[in-house]
């Protein structure tokens, strides 16, 4: 089976088919700079950098741009807070981010374009929709005139008659914006210059951009004129993406992207994790509290990447026992005697295809892990029997080749596991009895299939150096 993804655009799931052929244009809309990254941002950035390496993978050579939005009432407002300037703001969290996206171990993008240094290709898109009748000044503002476009809302499937039924009640008419716009669902383009906010020159006077200009510009002057993905989180489908597509499209006569691809919210108790709401946990405050950053993509990849997730303690604890089963998967060909990894190994194809044809189904994540986990549990079975018998039950080069195969899928995705944290701290080691009871509520466990909880268990017994060893005659142990 080849790739079929989901695509926003046409509410279908459609084969994957790129505008050049074996190439991925791929832009994704990143952060607004005024504030440290939540785990939302987590979630969107380890999603986007699996699709990529998974399109590497199989065979596409991917070009990733992701923007940084660095002019912004939110940076304004915060420099005011602060005393100090909207650059000076923007960059001291441009920077954060890069420091949290190397410890979740997210691969860079090839270009990271920002609003402000994209000013000319602003300007030009902006001129070029006025003079083509899409766009008009007011009183040093520019707007987009909606009507002109009759195709707007095609992507967020809303109607603009229906918008203006709902809005009509919440249209503030003393707002002076809504005095300057035709319609009331225009939008600013440009906006002329504000006492003592940061302005750039323009031919209809000092302003700055709107946001949804800022990145069709950007897709234009990094990318081309019609690329070949387009992805951000669904709060972004309308009015954001509809904007840049009502802006590009008139301008260019073709369509801005293929494939239109959204990744669900991080919810709090139902609601979207944001900086705005204030109801978030920070990628730095999750990962100083010692969570590891691998259990972080374990808790995004687990889930469907279009549903929203709620975030919870317990959801990160479950996603931390699961990524040490998986770390001692990938840990074991060292436990085979292996130095190093070589990765052009020799794999097991048979894993191979199961997982491509799982994640083929619409970047189907929570699949692919799937055949992961059957790698893991196979090789921490025959660890045990090692351990206690002195030997493998199966042919040790199969074993090695079912490793290396491990290694490998899970490299797609983004999981590594270091040596050094082999082994974890035994600290606290408990006495024969404690252990004897733990096994006998493990059993309990699995006799009511409750698995979750029988492999917390084993894995709480592992991380205290104890190793189980199931077998017909019951579950033996010893100290490692
Ligand atoms: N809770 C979330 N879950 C998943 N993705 C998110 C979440 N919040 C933001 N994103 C995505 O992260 C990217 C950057 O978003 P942005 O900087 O606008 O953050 P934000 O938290 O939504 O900001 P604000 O709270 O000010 O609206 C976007 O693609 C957005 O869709
Ligand atoms: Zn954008």
Redesign the pocket.
């Known amino acids: 089976m080849t790739l079929t993804v989901y695509n926003t655009l046409t509410r279908r799931q459609e084969p994957f088919e790129t505008v050049e052929l074996g190439k991925v244009k791929m832009y994704?809309?990143?952060?607004?700079v005024?504030d440290y990254c939540?785990?939302?941002?987590a979630?969107?950035c380890i999603v986007w950098d699996v699709v990529r390496r998974y399109l590497e993978f199989i065979g596409y050579r991917v070009r990733f741009v992701q923007n940084f939005?660095d002019i912004d009432d939110?940076i304004l407002n915060r420099a005011r807070q602060e005393h100090s300037s909207m650059e000076a703001v923007s960059e001291r969290f441009i920077k954060a981010y890069f420091e949290d996206m190397a410890r979740l171990k997210i691969k860079e993008a090839d270009e990271y374009p920002r609003a402000t240094h994209t000013m000319n290709g602003i300007q030009r898109l902006i001129q070029e929709l006025e003079n083509k009748g899409y766009a008009y000044p007011a009183d040093g503002d520019v707007y987009y005139a909606v009507r002109q476009f009759p195709e707007y809302g095609k992507l967020s499937g809303r109607k603009l008659e229906d918008l203006q039924a709902g809005a009509s009640e919440r249209v503030n008419v003393d707002d002076p914006e809504y005095q300057k716009k035709k319609d009331p669902f225009d939008f600013a383009l440009w906006k002329a210059a504000k006492p003592e906010e940061p302005a750039w020159e323009s031919p209809w006077g000092e302003g700055r951009p709107g946001w949804h200009i800022e990145c069709s510009a950007m897709v234009r002057d990094c990318l081309g004129e019609t690329i070949d993905i387009h992805?951000?989180?669904?709060?972004?489908i309308f009015p954001h993406h509809e904007n840049e597509i009502a802006q590009s499209e008139v301008v260019t006569g073709k369509p801005l992207a293929r494939y239109w691809i959204h990744?669900?919210?991080?919810?709090v108790n139902g609601q979207?994790?944001?900086?705005?709401?204030g109801n978030?946990i920070t990628i730095r405050e999750l990962l100083d509290r010692g969570t590891d950053p691998m259990a972080v993509r374990l808790f995004v990849l687990q889930a469907q990447y279009r549903t929203p997730v709620d975030f919870t303690d317990e959801a990160i604890a479950s996603a931390t026992n699961a990524w040490h089963t998986l770390q001692e998967g990938l840990l074991f060909g060292y436990q085979l005697g292996n130095t190093s990894f070589d990765h052009q190994s020799p794999v097991n194809n048979s894993y191979v295809e199961r997982f491509k044809e799982a994640i083929n189904d619409d970047f189907n994540f929570p699949g692919g892990l799937e055949i992961l986990f059957e790698l893991a549990k196979k090789l921490r079975r025959e660890k045990n029997i090692l351990l206690h018998e002195g030997k493998t039950q199966t042919d040790p080069t199969e074993l090695l080749k079912d490793w290396q195969t491990l290694v490998i899928l899970a490299g797609v995705l983004g999981f590594e596991a270091e040596q050094e944290t082999e082994e974890p701290d035994h600290g606290g080691s408990l006495s024969d009895a404690e252990i004897e009871a733990q096994i006998k509520k493990r059993l309990e466990a699995k006799k009511i299939k409750n698995f979750a909880e029988a492999d917390r268990i084993r894995n709480q017994l592992h991380e205290l150096g104890i190793t189980l060893i199931d077998s017909r005659d019951g579950t033996r142990w010893h100290r490692n």
Do not use: E, P, Q
């Open positions: 994704y809309c990143g952060v607004t005024y939540h785990l939302g941002h979630r969107a939005t939110k992805t951000g989180g669904d709060d972004l990744n669900g919210m991080v919810k979207k994790m944001s900086k705005s709401l978030f």
